[in-house]
């Protein structure tokens, strides 16, 4: 099952089956009124957007976990709440992006990273080697990027392969452009995701679509 439907993240996972995800992996709103460089804003952004943390708790399985994106300066609001929907934080990951990013010139060091929080339902178990909390993924750049505030597949494709088996089942309330969907295509995961946008939705259908049939190092070669 690969699936994305378009709508409501707090609707549409209503539909998804108590207990049946082992991973919820997501890149919400962060709330911060992001704003790219050509003018391009993020739906449901003007603060952090948490309101769908306990639907995640639900749909997912005693033993599974969740990754979340942040920043520096909303995370204790993501941490909050992540706990409050009954998961239990674990660590956090480090993914640098391989290069200098937005904000204040004159008072910030330039940001070259994101964060992940990871928290547990329950007992969990890596099902692999123990994956390190660094990792180096360049961002997506220039005419290759889809969504203004895109991840880059091979991030989410390390994610997965760290977290899930295959055949397990993913779920992604935010998927943007689809990144998180073509990293569970490649890796042999099934694939739930919702996204508000419509132009995003259709990309993100046409990427997985692309993606089927192809391995890793066959989609990342061409």
Request: net charge positive; hydrophobic share 35%.
């Amino acid at each position: 099952m690969q699936r994305l439907v378009k709508g409501d993240a707090m609707i549409k996972l209503r539909s998804v089956p108590t207990e049946s995800a082992q991973l919820v992996l997501t890149d919400p709103p962060y709330g911060i009124g992001y704003q790219s460089t050509t003018g391009v804003k993020i739906k449901n952004d003007e603060r952090p957007f948490i309101w769908w943390m306990h639907d995640a708790h639900r749909i997912c399985k005693p033993g599974g976990g969740i990754l979340c994106f942040t920043r520096w300066d909303i995370q204790d609001s993501f941490k909050l709440a992540i706990e409050a929907a009954g998961f239990k934080i674990r660590s956090q990951v480090v993914w640098d992006k391989g290069g200098n990013g937005m904000g204040d010139c004159k008072t910030q060091f330039s940001p070259r990273h994101e964060l992940i929080w990871w928290a547990t339902k329950g007992k969990f178990a890596f099902p692999n080697e123990r994956p390190l909390s660094l990792i180096s993924v360049p961002k997506p750049r220039g005419n290759k990027r889809t969504h203004p505030t895109e991840k880059p597949v091979e991030l989410m494709y390390q994610l997965i392969e760290a977290t899930t088996r295959p055949g397990d089942l993913v779920v992604d309330p935010f998927t943007g452009t689809g990144a998180s969907g073509v990293a569970c295509t490649l890796s042999g995961r099934r694939f739930f995701g919702t996204e508000l946008d419509g132009k995003y939705a259709r990309k993100a259908r046409e990427r997985i679509a692309a993606a089927r049939g192809m391995s890793h190092d066959d989609y990342f070669n061409r």
